[in-house]
């Protein structure tokens, strides 16, 4: 059987160690060369950078993600033993690990590392369609005769530079189209390569739980459950127009993905749609000041990545939750697209100004929508603001610092209260 080491990158059919390296770490499954639809998804991301810049924390469970009202963004692989997972309330994920060690995201450095990531990624092929920062969908139809190696070893050295060069690691599913890959990826980790090939398809889902379908949430596995459908195997029992009958386009989609049928491309140029950053309060809080020193955080944290992805949006949206868990939200048109922190604070500030206050917060949001490229931002100035231009360039020049020593080189006045 084809057989791959996934240290020495060795190809061989027999044995259970690589004859090259004689380690244990190996791939093996008949259709390992000839598949090419593959899914790369980053071992808890944010965790494992924090890690890796802090030695000391690797035995120890860490959390990313706010204080106690807030929810959890990654927890590493000790915390997810404890039950702790991406989005649980902070509160719930601290009483099932109460020694975690909990950090602030540096969304910046995040989206730095995921860059070089993506960089790597192009080495290898321009059909890449990004999911998040640490999670991407490749194709490498074609490829083989480019690189002088099959998809597979390709995707092994990929992993193995993020490892050496990066030190973050990385899982991969390889079969022969999105959905699979997807599923496959999840399927040993963290640090897998699993395989789930054309021929082994109907036999391997049948038995699984129709909630590994990328998408379907609580509401649609109620209603699956209420149906009596909860593996592939009752959904192969339903008529195409019956699914679609009862569960609309979600049915159709049922349908297909019941015989491992997903005909969705990679999509290289698949937009971002949006850039937001939320935070939940530990307290309710109607007090003005401190809410508009979130509010020019979250409008710094925005803008920073904008900066990082390269994008400028026309749009400033205000989201507001209050404390019956009513939502607020605001949007502001913007005359030319901004990535300026200042930019999106002051039309969010304004948003907030016009909004009628009537009880606290327990959540504050702030985002930028209709994105483009950088290239279009900022360009013309605000003619009724003769200030802007100036705190313009030395927000850039904060960048600059900031890059260089660190976040917290740099706080602005506001952001302490």
Known sequence: MPALCRDCLT???????CPACRRPRITRHPELFQLSIAHMDCDAFYASVEKRDKPELADKPVIIGGGRRGVVSTACYVARIRGVHSAMPMFQALKLCPDAVVIRPRMQLYADISRQIRAMMEDLTPAIEPLSLDEAFLDLTGTARLHGQPPAVMLARLVKRMRDELGITG?????????????ASDMEKPHGFSVIGQAETADFLRDKPVRMIWGVGEATQSALDSAGIRTFSDLLRWEQRDLIARFGAMGNRLWHLARGQDAR????????????????????????????????????KVADRAKAKEKAGRVVTLKLKRADHKLVTRRQSLRDATQMADV????????????????????????????CGAEAADLSGDLLDPQARARAQAERATDQIRQRFGDDAIVKGRALR
């Open 265 to 300: 491309r990679v999509a290289s140029d698949a937009p971002v749609k949006s850039i937001s950053n939320e935070t939940t309060f530990a307290q309710d809080t109607a007090d003005p000041d401190l809410l508009d020193g979130h509010i020019w955080r979250l409008a710094e």
């Open 171 to 183: 899982s991969i599913g390889l079969s022969h189209n999105k959905f699979l890959a997807k599923v």
């Open 344 to 371: 999106i604070y002051r039309n969010a500030r304004a948003l907030f100004d016009q909004t009628e206050h009537k009880s606290p917060y327990r959540l504050l949001g702030v985002g930028l929508s209709e994105l």
């Open 11 to 17: 190809q061989f059919d027999d044995g259970a160690r």
